[in-house]
């Protein structure tokens, strides 16, 4: 069947479909990633996002089971890619991405020229968007609702054992963090973003601030309570949207990008030093003002924006990016230890 991806700006493609046939509308955003579509279709930080794939071939690998995966289900709102492979070739494959995709209730479209999309994006910034399969419906912003009240868990869970524990705020938290955290010998709280740990006089060692979707002012909850942490000098690692969260709880400021960084090779550099890291990101925001006490760690290569920043004095830092990787290089799991070592 055909349908149709439609800007905010009356630009039309057609395509043809091989997801699920329904209509939907959200934010438009492309990733330059060459491998890890099942990953990155799982990430909860997709929510609300109409996700362009722009290496041409996907489906090549099929999809493998569910313990691989980043969450429990696919997140975006809907698909676009170039070239859908319909013959996967993967010992891991259980099923194709069409019939995933079908499953799970999430339209796909075949729209041949994803290079122009991206340039477009690119030039203009993201851009709103729906997918049309036969009902017509209005464009939908999922930036101005609390998307992480949606992506983050309902109830407080408890993994693992060790020495250290860490109270991990599910924002909408990428499994892979708890599985690196895990196998670091951690015992690992999980308690839903607006959840405060203050007044259930839980005991844990250090805070990790999870990714998640959306606008991180919409997260006040959540901020307040890492205000709280702050006073009390608990040890803080924020990741993606942790960064941001850290930034506006320590009196800092965010802000928009212009079509965000999405992708498994965005080059960060070590500030102080030459040292470049190749990491994964998916995020729309990122932090603007630094706040006192605290010193840029990292930047991006190009475009030069924030990629995580660390206290002075305190144990407090953060980062832009993924540590925890998923898909993507293993380059930045240090910084886990780092934090783990300054608890």
């Known amino acids: 069947m055909i ?42 930080s997709y929510l609300g996002q109409i996700l362009i794939f722009t290496y041409p071939l996907i489906g090549n690998y099929g999809v493998p089971e569910k313990h691989y995966w980043e969450s429990d289900g696919i997140k975006v709102q809907g698909l676009i890619v170039s070239d859908y492979i319909d013959t996967p070739s993967h010992v891991q ?50 930036n101005k609702e609390n998307l992480v009240a949606s992506a983050s868990v309902k109830k407080v869970t408890i993994q693992g054992t060790g020495s250290k524990t860490i109270l991990l705020i599910d924002c909408g938290a990428k499994r892979n963090i708890t599985r690196c955290l895990l196998a ?21 060692d250090g805070i990790i601030i999870s990714n998640g979707p959306g606008n991180p002012k919409m997260i006040t909850e959540t901020i307040e309570n890492v205000k709280k942490a702050l006073v009390k000098k608990i040890p803080i690692l924020g990741i993606c949207l ?52 605290f010193k840029e760690w990292f930047v991006n290569a190009n475009d030069g924006t924030n990629e995580g920043m660390i206290h002075e004095k305190y144990p407090f830092m953060s980062v832009q990016f993924h540590p925890e990787a998923n898909p993507g290089p293993t380059d930045t799991e240090w910084i886990f230890d780092q934090f783990l070592n300054l608890i």
Not at 122 to 136: A, D, E, P, T, Y
Not at 258 to 267: E, L, T
């Open 3 to 44: 349908g149709q991806l439609i800007l905010e700006d009356g630009t039309k493609f057609n395509g043809q479909s091989f997801g699920y046939e329904k209509s939907v509308a959200g934010e438009v955003v492309f990733s330059t990633g060459m491998v890890g579509y099942p990953e990155s279709l799982t990430d909860p």
């Open 93 to 142: 494959s259980k099923m194709t991405l069409s019939k995933w995709l079908t499953e799970e209730k999430i339209p796909a479209l075949e729209v041949k020229d994803t290079r122009f999309l991206a340039q477009k994006i690119r030039s203009q910034g993201v851009l709103l968007g729906k997918i049309q399969i036969g009902r017509q419906i209005d464009f939908y912003d999922p």
């Open 242 to 293: 942790g960064n941001q969260i850290l930034a506006l709880a320590a009196g800092g400021d965010t802000y928009k990008l212009k079509f965000g960084h999405r992708s498994q090779n965005q080059p960060c550099i070590l500030s102080g030093s030459k040292r470049c890291f190749i990491t994964t990101q998916n995020h729309g925001f990122t932090a603007g003002k630094i706040p006192n006490g």
């Open 184 to 204: 670091k010998g951690v015992k690992i709280i999980t308690v839903p973003w607006n959840y405060d740990p203050f007044s259930q006089n839980l005991h844990f």
